[in-house]
Every structure is written in C-alpha cells, then in structure tokens.
C-alpha cells in the first residue's frame, strides 16, 4: 500500500495505519525492516536500510531486544520529514519505503571531509 504525505493530518493517520500493520506483523514475528529510497538532486537513487534492532546481545542467554518504542519513534521521525513525500508499506514482507527527494545536492564526500586531523578508525 502506498501513500501520499500531504499535510499534517494526512502524516498522522498515515502513520497511525502503518504503525498498526506493522505491530500486528511483529506480532507474528516478523521484523520491521526501514528503507529509505533516497532521490538525489542529479536523478540518481541510493538505498538505504536498517531495522531497529539491538544486535548485541541483552542477556547472557544471547537474546537480541528489539523496542516497541524504536519502531515508533523512526517511524514517526520519517513520516514527519518535509522531504519524504511518500510512504509505501508491504505488509508481506513487514518493509517499510519512505521517498527521501533531496532538495539541494548533498556531497557526502565534502560533508565527511577531514582536512584538519586524520581518523584511524581501526584503533
């Protein structure tokens, strides 16, 4: 099912039937997984996933948390971005699409420069 993000009211009840499907897929044990389709100015598309899932474990049974809360909490902060106009859940596979169109070219090269101090991330 997709969806248009217009105003306000139309991102909350959006959101509200999204999270519910997902709630009742988790439920059953399937893990919500979020992809961000992301629209660059230049017309290229790049994809990005996550789950919101600890992947250390809790107990030292080696169990793995995931939060009610998480799940929520990405959920809203997504549908409420300006930039992501549209939204589509596949509720088979418990995924949900958000449509990130970037509004001004973001050069990640640029922005992740270092020029000051040099990073080792290996110590």
Known sequence: MKFELKDE?????IGIIIRNKVMANLLKGKIPTFAIVHWTIDGSIDWHYFTPMSL???DKDG????????????????????????VEYDEEKNIIYFNFQDEEEVDLDRFFDVEEEEVDFLD
């Open 9 to 13: 009211k139309s991102r909350k009840e």
């Open 56 to 58: 250390e474990p809790v």
């Open 63 to 86: 169990k793995r948390f995931l939060s009610l809360g998480d799940v929520e909490f990405f959920l809203a902060l997504f549908i409420k971005m300006p930039n992501i106009r549209e």
